[in-house]
């Protein structure tokens, strides 16, 4: 199997490379943009499953050139069964911010995803097979002051993963779109510092692997955010505003 | 700041926590420091040994990686937040496994050195700071040191057993043992009398490389208890699957209590001596019985629970085993889990390391007014047999005690980290 992941240093991705990896060795592309972060989760892999083939791959997120050359190169080397796009990021405070700020979240959340799953599924329509794996957000569904800009990104991946899904109908191609709840990874340490519950990042990594083994459409891990989410789509706005969230 | 408690649950004080995620930036986190702190990984030590109340934690858990293996020799370099059981579950595979493992998989790397933890197979291969051949520290003031048992040793032996008091130890190479699987051929023998306890254990500390044994402590005077050995096979068992249950709330009593104490012991006691006799298990049903229980800690109710673990020198260990479980006994305290084992004679590699060549006794007790005064009746047997308490399950012990016990606290002193400390360091050495 040969897996491509982009933001390779998530937390969720690098769980999700130790399951693919405990089940059996596989073909591993990791891109991210931390060189030393990198090299750490590849020699952990590597370790792992000696007999997997890993390789890194640096560059800049934000730029379009590199997206396309990166997504083109992977796949000039045989074709990829699963394209997981994890890269995130999540000020703390997103009130207030000044708009060079306030595109940067727009960019790495919402376009920079976007940009790699496009330049997959031209590849994968025409190898009629793969699975587009993104990691939204259940913030994509219901967003609250403190990471509006974050959950309207994550909004914007959800309708575009749903978009996209109707694509490739017939193509031989999966959308998977994961939808975690607030998780345990260096991300979110500051919410966990302040007392916010998470999930364990090692069960949303079973789940965003269980999800993409199995092709579903939407996966949200833990399970009872969708029946969250679900409730909190329907408050009315009078009082969704006067919720102390 | 959030609440944070030990395995015992004695209490849930505000911590600020620290997330370590990246081993190339704990030298920075720990120079940002404003107070002292304490390295914390599962938060599995039952006391106060991971606790610093309203001070910093620094949390290991991200710091999970390995680093480097070599397959030929055995040698495994990783992070200290790594967890016991995700080594053993890839390397077993492989044919290599951790030398020394203690009763719970569910630890780190890091709490295993810090601790210098002991098995069931102490009498074969000694502490888990026996089989680690390179750990790299790092101080508060920011420094990064290497050391091990042949360079710079005498660092190396504070840091053994030292509690984390000498420094973050974020990376360790551990020396792993050839294994042939993850089967074991498996007896369980009863016995009455601690007499026919000590006999069993001499008799199979050569050809059996885990031992322990369960006793029932409410069973009087010829106390009676399962001796339970293990060694591995090349034999395969029947299939083995992991069962994880988790203990879903805490009752608001302990389940552990004089009602239910003694019948759970027969109970225990008479279901298994049915089960007498060799048979070939997986090792983690074996060794790690208590694993496929999360949180069963929250068995003892709200207020928590105290383990005593002991050790006495085996001239001595008749008598005064016999003694505690004496003393144990009229006070109407006892406990579910009550274990007996001889550790071996090798000495220990860390300057505060707990095993000394001996007998060891460890039960859990519920929060009870009447303990104070069982302890401090306990803590009279332990001293006058020239033994000593663990502290990784200590949540009271007596400085005085302690000083008395632990005769190279000087020595240990020289190489604290003045940025290090935790309830459990101010409680024994007052910093």
Redesign the interface.
């Known amino acids: 199997m040969k897996i491509v992941v982009i933001g390779a240093t998530s937390g969720i991705a690098e769980h999700c490379c130790r399951l693919w990896l405990?089940a059996e060795p596989a073909e591993l592309v990791l891109v991210a943009r931390d060189k030393?972060?990198l090299d750490?989760?590849a020699?952990?892999l590597k370790?792992?499953s000696?007999d997997s083939t890993i390789t890194t791959v640096l560059g800049d997120f934000l730029d379009r050139t590199f997206i396309q050359s990166v997504v083109d190169g992977t796949v000039a080397t045989g074709p990829v069964d699963i394209a997981l796009i994890a890269h995130g990021w999540m000020p703390d405070n997103q009130v207030g911010l000044d708009l060079a700020t306030c595109e940067q979240i727009l960019d790495v959340n919402a376009v920079s995803p976007v940009l790699f799953a496009e330049a997959f599924a031209a590849h994968f329509v025409t190898a009629g097979r793969g699975t587009i794996a993104i990691i939204g957000s259940v913030a994509g569904d219901v967003t609250r002051r403190a990471n509006y800009l974050y959950g309207a990104s994550k909004a914007l991946l959800t309708r575009y993963a749903q978009g996209l899904d109707h694509r490739l109908i017939g193509s031989g191609v999966k959308v998977v779109l994961i939808k975690p709840g607030p998780t345990d990874t260096?991300m979110t340490?500051r919410l966990?510092?302040?007392?916010q519950r998470m999930a364990p990042v090692e069960d949303v990594a079973r789940a965003t692997v269980e999800g993409i083994r199995r092709g579903k459409a939407v996966v949200y891990t833990p399970p009872v955010w969708r029946l969250i989410m679900l409730i909190v789509r329907h408050i009315p706005r009078p009082i969704f505003n006067r919720l102390p969230l | 700041?959030?609440p944070v408690s030990s395995w015992g649950r004695l209490s849930a004080d505000p911590h600020?926590?620290?997330?370590l995620?990246?081993?190339?930036r704990v030298a920075a986190e720990l120079t940002g420091a404003t107070t002292a702190g304490i390295a914390h990984g599962l938060g599995k030590s039952y006391g106060d040994a991971s606790l610093n109340p309203q001070g910093i934690l620094w949390s290991t858990r991200?710091l999970d990686?390995?680093?480097?293996?070599d397959?030929a020799s055995g040698r495994?370099t990783c992070e200290t937040g790594v967890v016991l059981r995700d080594i053993q579950r890839?390397m077993i595979p492989r044919g290599w496994s951790l030398a020394v493992v203690p009763g719970t998989q569910l630890v780190t790397v890091g709490g295993a050195i810090a601790n210098d933890v002991h098995g069931k197979n102490h009498h074969v291969v000694g502490a888990f700071g026996d089989h680690v051949r390179r750990l790299r520290l790092v101080r508060s003031d920011g420094e990064t040191i290497e050391c091990g048992p042949d360079l710079k040793p005498e660092l190396f032996a504070a840091t053994i057993g030292g509690l984390g008091l000498t420094g973050v130890i974020v990376e360790a190479e551990l020396q792993l043992r050839p294994t042939s699987g993850p089967w074991l051929e498996a007896e369980t023998l009863t016995f009455e009398g601690l007499e026919d306890f000590f006999a069993l254990s001499d008799e199979s500390e050569a050809g059996w490389e885990h031992t322990v044994a369960w006793i029932d402590c409410t069973s009087g005077k010829a106390v009676r208890g399962l001796f339970m050995r293990g060694r591995p096979t090349p034999a395969t068992g029947s299939g083995w699957r992991e069962r994880r249950r988790r203990l879903p709330l805490t009752p608001p009593v302990s389940l552990v209590n004089g009602l239910s104490l003694k019948p759970f012991n027969s109970l225990y006691y008479s279901v298994n001596r049915r089960r007498t006799g060799l048979r070939v298990v997986h090792y983690e049903p074996f060794l790690y019985p208590l694993d496929s229980i999360l949180d069963w800690n929250r068995l003892y109710g709200p207020s928590g629970f105290f383990q005593y673990q002991s050790v006495v020198p085996r001239a001595a260990g008749l008598e005064a085993t016999r003694d505690m479980l004496d003393a144990i006994q009229r006070s109407g305290q006892g406990s579910f889990l009550a274990v007996l084992k001889t550790f071996g004679h090798r000495a220990a590699a860390g300057l505060l390391s707990f095993p000394q060549p001996g007998v060891t006794l460890a039960l859990d007790f519920r929060n009870s007014r009447a303990l104070p005064e069982l302890f401090s009746r306990l803590d009279d047997i332990v001293r006058a047999a020239g033994g000593r308490l663990y502290p990784a399950k200590d949540a009271r012990m007596p400085r005085a005690l302690y000083e008395a016990t632990y005769p190279n606290l000087a020595a240990f002193a020289r190489h604290r980290d003045p940025g290090m400390s935790s309830a459990m360091s101010r409680r024994l050495m007052g910093t």
């Open positions: 405990a030393a972060k750490k989760i020699a952990d370790v792992r000696p260096p340490a966990k510092a302040r007392g | 700041m959030r600020h926590v620290i997330e995620t990246d081993r190339d991200g990686r390995l680093i480097a293996f397959s495994l890839l």
